[in-house]
């Protein structure tokens, strides 16, 4: 398998900062996505890694290692909209056939 | 806006029917769309890929006969789920992307719950 690892549960408070860590096999590994999903909703796209370092996009960031197989998504100034799962997914040799991780729930709250 | 629809949202069956599920990506061409899977409280999962004009391939495990995947033209997939039993009942998710995209992003469409009583 994959074997993609990510925490089950975050709780954080309004205003503050989240790191969402994600460990994977490195064998075959192309890039690193990151997306939110709200409960009963599909899948949005927040970040894809290709190469080594940050990369930031307003509230959120998110950082490759792939010599550690590591990435981390970054939530800062958090709202409660933010309150969601957010899935770590790799894919093989840039196919786009991803393999998820089990996802991070995150709440927020006040 | 959207730029896969899926439907239905939600379908609700008798256990031993079929059931068809449309993918569509709304502008832009899809060659290839991936049909995921999710039980509550777990990942998504592929089931399978599906290729205008081709067969559809699919992961280990899954059924082909039972999830029947058709790839007619390129704007549109269809997954029927086929003599549904309630282990069948999930999120099913369809997904593609733009063709010579260079930030790797992967659309998905809204999903379909699927409930086998």
């Known amino acids: 398998g994959q074997n993609i690892d990510q925490p089950t549960e975050m709780t954080a408070t309004e205003g503050a900062i989240v790191q969402i860590n994600c460990t994977y096999q490195?064998?075959?590994?192309?890039?690193l996505f990151w997306y939110q999903q709200h409960a009963g909703e599909a899948p949005t796209f927040l970040s894809y890694?290709?190469?080594?370092g940050l990369e930031e996009k307003g509230r959120f960031s998110s950082f490759l290692s792939r010599s550690k197989g590591y990435s981390y998504l970054l939530l800062k100034e958090l709202q409660m909209k933010d309150s969601a799962s957010y899935l770590c997914?790799?894919?093989?040799?840039?196919?786009?056939?991803?393999?998820f991780g089990a996802g991070t729930t995150v709440t927020v709250r006040a | 806006g959207a730029v896969v629809s899926q439907h239905p949202s939600w379908v609700i069956c008798k256990s031993g029917t079929s059931v068809k599920i449309e993918c569509r990506s709304l502008?832009?061409?899809?060659?290839?769309m991936f049909w995921y899977r999710q039980f509550p409280k777990q990942s998504l999962m592929l089931m399978a890929t599906s290729n205008e004009g081709s067969k559809a391939t699919y992961e280990q495990g899954v059924e082909k006969d039972k999830f029947l995947i058709n790839h007619a033209s390129l704007t549109l997939s269809t997954l029927t789920v086929t003599s549904a039993h309630p282990e069948d009942s999930s999120f099913y998710i369809c997904s593609t992307f733009r063709p010579a995209s260079i930030s790797g992003e992967l659309f998905f469409g809204e999903g379909s719950r699927l409930t086998v009583l």
């Open positions: 490195t064998s075959g590994f192309n890039g």
């Open positions: 502008d832009f061409q899809a060659t290839t």
């Open positions: 890694n290709v190469l080594d």
């Open positions: 997914a790799r894919d093989t040799h840039g196919d786009y056939k991803l393999s």
